[in-house]
């Protein structure tokens, strides 16, 4: 469990927070941290049958004291699947009568409903339900307009005025999404969107340190599109584009947050939770601004991209490519550049002691293994596989053809072998060599290396480290005890790991530019860093 004591940057670091992004496909219970509360994890829209693999779509808890345990509504959707794809259409009509009087708040159900009305020529009736089904959540305008089992609902005057004002009733959502926040979070919050970016913000945190947030945010998004999704996506923030709403709570809500969706045994074991991006809610909750909401954010981007293109990507893919960003220094122009951390030293001792997998076999995981066998070692390969790629300048060229052969291979390794030089061979044994090759970074500030000079709450805040200790005037520039930093020389050290990954950088008796905030003031002061004692 995380240390809550004050700690001098030379401390031994916190225990690793869950991975951030550990979330599951659509509900599904995460593997480190407490347990979730009991949700469904694999209702499948029925019409994804003929469009995709294996779907996973959200199955939502009731209130309904009625409701049957959750393995006897997988065992009914199972039987409702099956009856759609033999065409018996009036046992498959039963099936999802008795799954929407279990769990009347969960979209997937009606959805499917209206595909099976659809077929028997009720295309009114369908389209009600499609009706009832962007109520609770769905959002998919692609889907609706490409569905061949929707024909007869998109003929009738309901379903064609619900596209033709697709716009407004995203807007009508989020707006529905920020007046519930409101009511959640009172005053002491603030409410911004985002329009560019289909994003509105429930923080927190002071004006300033939204702004900020915003503006990384902004980066990221410019990051995502140059290096990955550019070729396959013209843009992942536009008009038919579902909003997320971003929550970005305080420790006292987000210890709350954690308990509603994770159990109770969640408010004391916070510190194992980083947040997560619910896709089906479209909502985004995050304990810090650093690695856990890049991550997310990050989350946000390819899902929606997964949703234009009509594929569920494997999970080596999601939280490889989303772990990529969660660590980086900025170019000379200013630009995002993914760099080594606490993960890449787990993929480097893989490879040292032989238990790298290779790229086949991590392709090859299914969800199960990845979230619940040594999690910590499958996200740490996941991200050092994509920071290979990406060094080797073919990270863009590997998603685009990726998205393009989705259907010969959706494991990704053939577009591994087709964009990167030499056969498969070669390529993992140039990996393995990449990862014994990586720089260790240091996890804390060893005697001798480079520090504030003062002591640091490891544990953070979420929006930076506290200054933990009494200053002596003229020790640490203007830092005073209880001030939040959270920006070197324009670096973010929002967490305990980005703070020593980022002094390390630097020698003692350097001179650097320090970002804080003291109360409702953001000021910057020099420091001369000290060797650490």
């Known amino acids: ?167 407004q009733i995203l807007e009508r959502r989020i707006d529905t999404d920020l007046d519930r926040a409101r009511e959640k979070y009172g005053g002491r919050y603030w409410y911004v969107k985002e329009p560019d970016l289909r994003l509105a913000y429930a923080s927190a945190y002071d004006e300033e340190t939204l702004t900020q947030t915003r503006d990384e945010v902004r980066r990221l998004y ?71 909401t890049r991550h997310e954010f990050l989350h946000v981007l390819h899902w929606r991209s997964n949703t234009r293109h009509g594929q569920l990507h494997p999970v080596w893919v999601q939280e490889g490519l989303c772990s990529l960003i969660e660590d980086y220094d900025l170019g000379p122009g200013g630009e995002l550049i993914p760099v080594e951390s606490w993960r890449t030293n787990q993929a480097n001792f893989l490879a040292d002691t032989g238990h790298l997998l290779k790229i086949e076999d991590l392709c090859a995981l299914s969800r199960d293994r990845f979230t619940n066998s040594r999690p910590l070692a499958m996200y740490a390969q996941a991200r050092v596989l994509f920071l290979f790629i990406y060094r080797e300048g073919k990270l863009r060229e590997w998603y685009t053809h990726f998205t393009e052969h989705f259907r010969e291979d959706p494991s990704g390794l053939a577009s591994i072998d087709a964009v990167l030089d030499g056969d498969l061979e070669q390529i993992n044994e140039r990996y393995a060599q990449f ?17 504030l000079g003062i002591e640091i709450d490891a544990t953070g805040t979420g929006e930076g480290l506290r200054v933990a200790s009494q200053v002596r005037r003229g020790t640490a520039g203007d830092l005073r005890l209880n001030d939040i930093v959270t920006h070197i020389e324009g670096r973010p050290v929002r967490d305990y790991w980005e703070l020593v990954r980022v002094l390390t950088s630097y020698e003692p008796g350097q ?23």
């Not at 692609?142 to 697709?166: H, K």
């Not at 909003?243 to 916070?270: C, H, I, M």
């Not at 500030?445 to 520090?451: E, I, P």
């Open 511 to 533: 001179t650097v530019k320090v970002n804080y905030r003291r109360v409702r003031l953001h000021q910057e002061t020099e420091i001369v860093l000290k060797a650490a004692q």
């Open 435 to 451: 990862c014994k090759d990586l720089p260790e970074v240091p996890e804390e500030v060893k005697r001798g290396m480079a520090s």
């Open 1 to 167: 469990m995380t240390q809550r004591d004050p700690k001098p940057t030379g401390a031994t670091r916190p225990e690793p927070r869950q991975p951030a992004g550990c979330r599951g496909l659509s509900g599904t219970q995460c593997s480190e941290g407490p347990a979730r509360a009991p949700r469904l994890s694999t209702a499948l829209a029925l019409v994804l049958l003929c469009l995709l693999p294996a779907l996973p779509l959200r199955a939502q808890t009731s209130d309904n004291p009625d409701q049957p345990d959750p393995e006897l509504i997988e065992r009914t959707t199972t039987e409702a699947i099956e009856a759609f794809a033999a065409g018996r259409l009036d046992d498959a009509s039963a099936k999802l009568d008795q799954l929407i009087a279990w769990e009347p708040a969960n979209f997937v159900h009606y959805y499917n409903l209206a595909c099976v009305k659809s077929l028997r020529a009720e295309g009114e009736a369908a389209a009600e339900l499609i009706v009832q089904a962007v109520e609770r959540g769905f959002t998919d305008v692609g889907l609706l307009g490409r569905d061949p089992a929707l024909a007869n609902a998109r003929a009738t005057p309901t379903m064609q005025n619900m596209l033709d004002n697709w716009e």
């Open 222 to 292: 410019d990051w995502a599109m140059d290096n990955i999704f550019g070729d396959t996506d013209d843009t992942l923030a536009g008009d038919d584009d579902a909003w997320v709403l971003v929550v970005l709570p305080n420790q006292k809500d987000f210890r709350l947050w954690a308990a509603e969706n994770y159990g109770p045994a969640a408010r004391s074991l916070t510190q194992a939770i980083g947040g997560h991006y619910a896709h089906d809610e479209k909502q985004l909750v995050t304990m810090d601004l650093g690695a856990t």
